[in-house]
């Protein structure tokens, strides 16, 4: 028999990590795209051959593992059905990129790198290679609650200060990420960016704490993404006043310049559909299950609009 030619194409899933009842890690062999990966790019993904494609963030890499690795919020058809199957030794049908413009790293001295909820995973390539480029690097972490938090061993070794913050007071300050940064940049004025990745509504929060003192404040934004090269628009976004494409052009941007109304407004244009996939998807499961007993009370899905901070 002759030698199987690893030739890169099986996205084979290997290794899987629960942090909470809907927040899930998955590290997917992909030397290629291992190597290629920098810190703010994404990927898109297609879980079997008619599924959805959809964007998610390079949350870690590693070259000498041959790994990309996903941290996913599952919130709606797509992301419960990767829940589900999305196992150790599963593989994945499609997985494309790395994708976006990487974000800039090497010229800010002192920063502070600010993720809530699901956006503390995707903030960790950030914060370690501004590290690694010699930046004196803050992180802020946000959660609702102690129970949902992960990663902090990995922030507080790459990062010169860590501060947690959950919306209880169950760990750290009890406060949101604007708290965090609020309490970052009174002890150190010479904050020269911030850089913050969450919900639409947090990122617009960190944009108002950092605005009135003119520090560089930078997002990566979230529309809604199709091809996720440029050609469909689906992605469009106002920058300043002007359309881009957060695929190509981004999704980091000015957060000082973001127009996020739009962003909102876009995003929730597709809800109702959004919702009757997933209620059909749901019920789908439901009838190839055996009856189980009523449950009490069903798992809310995270709003990944309302929450301040995820999680
Ligand atoms: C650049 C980028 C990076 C992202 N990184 C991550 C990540 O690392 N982890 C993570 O859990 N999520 C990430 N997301 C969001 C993720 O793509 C959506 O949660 C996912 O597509 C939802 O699909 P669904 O079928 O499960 O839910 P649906 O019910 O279809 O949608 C739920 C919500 O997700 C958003 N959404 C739906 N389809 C898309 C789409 N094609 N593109 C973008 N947003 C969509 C909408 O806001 C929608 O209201 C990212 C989005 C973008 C644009
Ligand atoms: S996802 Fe189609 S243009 Fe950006």
Redesign the pocket.
């Known amino acids: 028999m002759g030698a199987v030619v690893d030739d890169g194409s099986r996205f084979e899933v290997v290794s899987r990590e629960d942090f909470s009842e809907v927040?899930y890690l998955l590290e997917i062999r992909h030397p290629m795209m291992a190597r290629a990966a920098r810190p703010g790019q994404?990927v898109i993904v297609m879980a079997h051959a008619r599924g959805?494609?959809?964007?998610?963030?390079l949350?870690d890499f590693d070259r000498a593992k041959g790994t990309v690795t996903?941290?996913?919020?599952?919130?709606?058809?797509?992301?419960?059905?990767m829940q589900q199957h999305c196992h150790v030794g599963t593989e994945l049908y499609g997985l494309v990129g790395p994708l976006?413009v990487p974000s800039a790293i090497g010229s800010a001295k002192k920063v502070v790198c600010v993720g809530g909820g699901?956006g503390v995973?995707?903030i960790f390539p950030q914060a370690r290679a501004h590290r690694a480029s010699g930046a004196y690097v803050i992180g802020v972490v946000g959660f609702r609650s102690r129970s949902l938090m992960f990663w902090e061993e990995r922030f507080r070794a790459c990062c010169n200060e860590l501060i947690v913050c959950t919306d209880d007071g169950s760990a750290g300050i009890k406060g949101f990420v604007t708290d965090g940064i609020r309490h970052a940049l009174e002890r150190h004025a010479d904050v020269d960016e911030v850089v913050a990745i969450g919900p639409p509504v947090m990122m617009r929060a960190c944009a108002e704490a950092t605005r009135p003192r003119g520090i560089k404040t930078v997002v990566?934004?979230?529309?809604?993404?199709?091809d996720g090269t440029g050609m469909c628009g689906?992605?469009r976004v106002k920058i300043g006043g002007e359309v881009r494409f957060?695929?190509v052009d981004?999704?980091d941007f000015d957060a000082h310049r973001v127009d996020f109304d739009d962003l909102m407004a876009r995003?929730?244009r597709?809800?109702v559909a959004?919702?009757a996939?997933?209620e059909r998807w749901s019920e789908t499961c439901r009838m190839q299950r055996p009856p189980e007993p009523p449950a009490e009370e069903p798992l809310p899905l995270p709003d990944?609009?309302e929450e301040v901070r995820g999680g």
């Open positions: 927040t994404f959805e494609r959809i964007p998610l963030t949350a996903l941290v996913v919020q599952a919130v709606g058809k797509t992301t419960r059905q976006g699901l995973a995707p990566s934004l979230n529309p809604v993404m199709v689906g992605c957060a695929c981004g999704p995003l929730r597709h809800a959004e919702r996939a997933a990944p609009f």
